[in-house]
């Protein structure tokens, strides 16, 4: 039997701006993240990720406000807890984070190694130095950087190395759960298959339990991910694995994200380019119906105006729209 790390449930969270104003980034979104699986969350710019990532944490501070939904690390609920119990006991060690623009992340003026104290000691006051160090050095060579990389300031280090440093100093802890926030993101290919073959090295070795993979190239996914969630305007709109969400979408987004991507993978090589017209809603007043409607080619009068729920299909699938998976298909092969 599978053991589930971490499972939210109809997690919702906002942002409030100076004016009052409630922008709700993240809307009533569930997933599960077994042991040993990574789930892939993919989506273009603004469509909530980083927001959810950062909800995950149950570490909120302002603009940023939790408002309901149950997240469950390892069977232990954080929805509500104290922010100081949260930061002492689930941060770092049950649940750990890899931001966007990781390599932008370290302070230049410090060494490596004054990090990694800086983190341990937060933890484990009475540790010593050489302790320290003996354990940071054994995890930087487990994943493949030199020892020689704890005593130099982060403006030696190129880019990919900076952000295999930050993936390494995030695990310190050996947390459960990791999210990688876009960790591919603005590296050269070779870096980028580094940086990939470092995540996958921290599952097999048991560093960590599971790994949450936020991206907006949804082909990407298809070489890290188990399972694919497709995010916009806040919501989950398709849900799958891999394969089945980036060789045969169903929900006229996550096909729209595969259409305007050049992909090398064998059998999408050949498929022509087409761009999703217009922009994301406006989330301080999102529509009433399909977020979606205003972008989509298929669209009908009635998908302004119901409300659109999560659709299961058959094997463990989901996507979010108005019309059955065969009108779907139709309307795909029909143009």
Do not use: W
């Not at 070795?205 to 070489?223: A, Q």
């Not at 060789?247 to 006229?252: M, W």
Request: charge should be neutral.
């Amino acid at each position: 039997m599978s053991n589930v790390m971490l499972e939210v449930r109809e997690l919702t969270t906002k942002y409030v701006t100076r004016f009052g104003e409630d922008i709700y980034a993240v809307d009533h979104v569930s997933l599960k993240v077994e042991e040993g699986k990574t789930l892939g969350i993919a989506g273009e710019s603004g469509c909530g990720k980083s927001t959810l990532a950062l909800s995950l944490m149950g570490y909120y501070f302002a603009p940023l406000h939790y408002t309901s939904g149950e997240i469950i690390i390892d069977g232990r609920n954080i929805s509500g807890m104290n922010p100081n119990d949260v930061r002492k006991s689930i941060l770092g060690k049950e649940i750990a984070y890899i931001p966007q623009a990781a390599m932008n992340a370290l302070n230049p003026t410090r060494k490596i190694i004054h990090f990694i104290e800086d983190v341990i000691k937060e933890h484990e006051l009475y540790i010593t130095k050489k302790d320290i160090y003996d354990r940071a050095r054994k995890l930087f060579e487990t994943l493949g950087l030199s020892a020689d990389v704890l005593q130099k300031y982060p403006v030696e280090l190129s880019g990919g190395m900076k952000q295999r440093t930050v993936i390494a100093i995030s695990v310190l802890l050996l947390p459960k759960v990791l999210i990688a926030d876009e960790p591919s993101s603005a590296l050269d290919v070779t870096s980028q298959k580094m940086v990939i073959k470092m995540l996958r090295k921290l599952m097999e070795t048991g560093l960590i339990s599971s790994l949450i993979f936020i991206t907006h190239e949804l082909p990407l996914l298809y070489n890290v991910a188990d399972d694919i969630m497709v995010m916009y305007a806040g919501q989950i709109v398709e849900h799958g694995n891999a394969k089945q969400t980036v060789f045969d979408p169903i929900h006229p987004y996550a096909k729209g994200l595969m259409g305007s991507i050049i992909v090398p993978e064998k059998g999408l090589r050949d498929v022509k380019l087409t761009a999703i017209p217009g922009v994301p809603p406006n989330l301080k007043n999102p529509p009433s119906g399909c977020r979606f409607a205003e972008r989509c080619k298929y669209v009908q009068p009635e998908c302004k105006t119901h409300s659109i729920n999560l659709n299961e299909v058959e094997g463990g699938r989901a996507y979010r729209c108005i019309f059955s998976e065969e009108k779907l298909r139709e309307a795909y092969q029909n143009g």
